[in-house]
């Protein structure tokens, strides 16, 4: 019988420059052929399609837009449109049919032209038009990063923790992308540039908040009785999960446990894993809060511990959980689906100078909305 | 930079809480069913789905959290700063709203806070909260 386990046999990037024009498609084209030639692929060789969604060219079909555009003809084709956690969904989604038999090679794209399109301002507008609920909190004013300061100060209030434990977030991640040559931001800090940086929405600082930038990340999700004619090793899917609470912030059952407790759960079962298993990690960063909030759900430490940890270097280059080692959402670029690139290629050992050992777990988290929908995915290098 | 400034929608759902709000009365839902209050307003009970009726509500409440924003979009916040809250009514329910008629720094979580209307256009109303008169 066929083995129909899934990998990731192929990942690949769109460049992170901002070039007026550029349009989603093309960051998705870019990062779709990257793919390709990782994979040692022809497009033909593709029969499935997932993709996610654009803000700045807002396709309501953009799968089929995408399919049309690199001239492919998918058998299973679908688009995904929940925020943030997307990415690792297109995984999951994928992993699922390459399980039952509807595809066996799924190309996953996630890309945006928000920065090109609209502008760093305009961004920030649109996206709060569709992060706040229309009539029951965007007349109120919130920014997208007030949305998450409202968590931010809640976590603070209980856990009696200071605002150093959102700062040294944003330095780890800085530390991290300076070892990476395409990180947009590069330059190291230290809490003292994040408390010196302008504050947004209190206690967030302008390096709270993760950078508005175009992208495109692409992976390919392969049978496991495909994978071995792969240039690349294969990255095994060995668990997946998901969690939802709510869509709006005033909506959610809790300030500090979200939809991100049971989703871990769920991945680590499936996985046979527990948190100490798990060489490093990807959270979602679009701010500092939430990934003292995903350390603390995903069981990497308990309630309240997460400042702590970070503040003990835990997260940082060096640290026992390396935590987004290529600088995330904070100091990479944007695009949740670049930290599943990443794990991948610490995975197989293509990390450079940001190599963790001999990595040989790796988790990554994915959220939308705020702190709304959540999504764990769990890769390996032994099935 | 600013946008234009959001007015709420005054969905078929919802009439009673903003013809509430045009009268100065902060209309919240309770199940006739459960007896639980729940804001915003829906066709039926989100805890057992039973059917809702509006009541008023003492529009008394607790600052559950906040922020101070200081990067307003739009015009109706001048330059800023302003106070984005959770405020937890004492019936229950939760609401996102803003703290007024104090200085944003003077804002704090357990604050005890309660209800003004702030009019945004001749049709709609939305309910603010400010501190307790001494």
């Given at each position: 019988m066929a083995d129909r386990t899934a990998a990731i046999s192929g990942v690949g990037e769109a460049s992170l420059r901002t070039i007026p024009g550029k349009s989603a498609l093309q960051f998705a084209a870019e990062a779709a052929l990257a793919a390709l030639d990782d994979a040692g692929l022809s497009k033909d060789d593709i029969d499935g399609l997932v993709t996610a969604y654009s803000v700045g060219d807002p396709y309501?079909?953009?799968?089929?837009?995408?399919?049309?555009?690199?001239?492919?003809?998918?058998?299973?084709?679908?688009q995904i449109n929940v925020g943030g956690s997307v990415g690792n969904l297109l995984?999951?989604?994928?992993?699922?049919?390459?399980?039952?038999?509807?595809?066996?090679?799924?190309?996953?794209?996630?890309?945006?032209?928000?920065?090109?399109?609209?502008?760093?301002?305009?961004?920030?507008?649109?996206?709060?038009?569709?992060?706040?609920?229309?009539?029951?909190?965007?007349?109120?004013?919130?920014?997208?990063?007030?949305?998450?300061?409202?968590?931010?100060?809640?976590?603070?209030h209980e856990y009696k923790a200071g605002p150093e434990a959102l700062a040294d977030v944003a330095v780890a991640a800085r530390a991290h992308a300076a070892k990476h040559p395409n990180a947009i931001k590069q330059k190291p800090i230290t809490r003292d540039d994040v408390f010196a940086s302008p504050m947004v929405s209190s206690p967030l600082h302008a390096l709270d908040c993760c950078l508005i930038s175009d992208y495109g990340a692409a992976a390919i999700v392969t049978a496991a009785d495909r994978a071995a004619d792969h240039a690349q090793e294969p990255v095994w899917v060995l668990g997946t999960g998901e969690g939802t609470t709510h869509e709006f912030i005033s909506q959610a059952p809790s300030l500090t446990s979200f939809g991100a407790r049971a989703s871990g759960q769920t991945a680590f079962a499936q996985a046979g894993l527990t948190p100490a298993?798990?060489?490093?990690?990807?959270?979602?960063?679009c701010f500092t809060i939430t990934v003292l909030v995903l350390l603390e759900e995903l069981g990497f430490c308990g309630p309240g511990e997460a400042a702590a940890m970070v503040g003990e270097g835990v997260i940082s280059p060096g640290g026992r959980l390396p935590v987004n080692t290529h600088g995330g959402l904070l100091s990479y670029s944007n695009g949740g689906f670049l930290h599943v690139i990443e794990a991948v290629r610490q995975l197989r050992g293509q990390a450079g100078a940001r190599q963790v050992g001999a990595a040989e777990t790796a988790l990554v988290h994915l959220q939308g909305g705020v702190l709304s929908t959540h999504s764990t995915l769990i890769l390996g290098r032994q099935r | 930079?600013?946008?234009?400034?959001?007015?709420?929608?005054?969905?078929?759902?919802?009439?009673?809480?903003?013809?509430?709000?045009?009268?100065?009365?902060?209309?919240?839902?309770?199940?006739?069913?459960?007896?639980?209050?729940?804001?915003?307003?829906?066709?039926?009970?989100?805890?057992?789905?039973?059917?809702?009726?509006?009541?008023?509500?003492?529009?008394?409440?607790?600052?559950?959290?906040?922020t101070v924003c200081h990067r307003p979009l739009t015009p109706r916040f001048g330059d800023g700063p302003y106070v984005v809250a959770l405020v937890d009514l004492d019936e229950g329910p939760r609401l996102m709203t803003n703290i007024v008629g104090c200085p944003p720094e003077s804002v704090y979580i357990g604050m005890k806070v309660t209800v003004a209307f702030q009019r945004l256009t001749e049709d709609v109303s939305m309910p603010v909260f400010g501190p307790v008169p001494s």
């Amino acid at each position: 019988m066929a083995d129909r386990t899934a990998a990731i046999s192929g990942v690949g990037e769109a460049s992170l420059r901002t070039i007026p024009g550029k349009s989603a498609l093309q960051f998705a084209a870019e990062a779709a052929l990257a793919a390709l030639d990782d994979a040692g692929l022809s497009k033909d060789d593709i029969d499935g399609l997932v993709t996610a969604y654009s803000v700045g060219d807002p396709y309501n079909f953009f799968a089929t837009v995408l399919a049309e555009y690199l001239g492919i003809k998918p058998r299973f084709l679908a688009q995904i449109n929940v925020g943030g956690s997307v990415g690792n969904l297109l995984v999951s989604h994928a992993s699922a049919a390459v399980a039952d038999g509807r595809a066996s090679r799924v190309l996953c794209v996630w890309a945006d032209n928000r920065r090109s399109a609209m502008g760093g301002n305009a961004t920030v507008s649109r996206v709060a038009d569709l992060a706040a609920h229309p009539s029951y909190e965007l007349p109120y004013g919130p920014l997208v990063p007030s949305l998450y300061a409202l968590v931010a100060n809640r976590y603070l209030h209980e856990y009696k923790a200071g605002p150093e434990a959102l700062a040294d977030v944003a330095v780890a991640a800085r530390a991290h992308a300076a070892k990476h040559p395409n990180a947009i931001k590069q330059k190291p800090i230290t809490r003292d540039d994040v408390f010196a940086s302008p504050m947004v929405s209190s206690p967030l600082h302008a390096l709270d908040c993760c950078l508005i930038s175009d992208y495109g990340a692409a992976a390919i999700v392969t049978a496991a009785d495909r994978a071995a004619d792969h240039a690349q090793e294969p990255v095994w899917v060995l668990g997946t999960g998901e969690g939802t609470t709510h869509e709006f912030i005033s909506q959610a059952p809790s300030l500090t446990s979200f939809g991100a407790r049971a989703s871990g759960q769920t991945a680590f079962a499936q996985a046979g894993l527990t948190p100490a298993d798990i060489d490093v990690a990807y959270l979602y960063d679009c701010f500092t809060i939430t990934v003292l909030v995903l350390l603390e759900e995903l069981g990497f430490c308990g309630p309240g511990e997460a400042a702590a940890m970070v503040g003990e270097g835990v997260i940082s280059p060096g640290g026992r959980l390396p935590v987004n080692t290529h600088g995330g959402l904070l100091s990479y670029s944007n695009g949740g689906f670049l930290h599943v690139i990443e794990a991948v290629r610490q995975l197989r050992g293509q990390a450079g100078a940001r190599q963790v050992g001999a990595a040989e777990t790796a988790l990554v988290h994915l959220q939308g909305g705020v702190l709304s929908t959540h999504s764990t995915l769990i890769l390996g290098r032994q099935r | 930079m600013t946008s234009p400034e959001p007015v709420p929608l005054r969905t078929l759902d919802a009439q009673p809480y903003w013809d509430g709000c045009l009268r100065g009365e902060l209309m919240v839902q309770r199940c006739t069913g459960c007896g639980a209050y729940q804001f915003y307003p829906r066709v039926r009970c989100v805890t057992c789905a039973g059917p809702v009726e509006f009541v008023a509500v003492s529009g008394k409440g607790t600052v559950h959290s906040l922020t101070v924003c200081h990067r307003p979009l739009t015009p109706r916040f001048g330059d800023g700063p302003y106070v984005v809250a959770l405020v937890d009514l004492d019936e229950g329910p939760r609401l996102m709203t803003n703290i007024v008629g104090c200085p944003p720094e003077s804002v704090y979580i357990g604050m005890k806070v309660t209800v003004a209307f702030q009019r945004l256009t001749e049709d709609v109303s939305m309910p603010v909260f400010g501190p307790v008169p001494s």
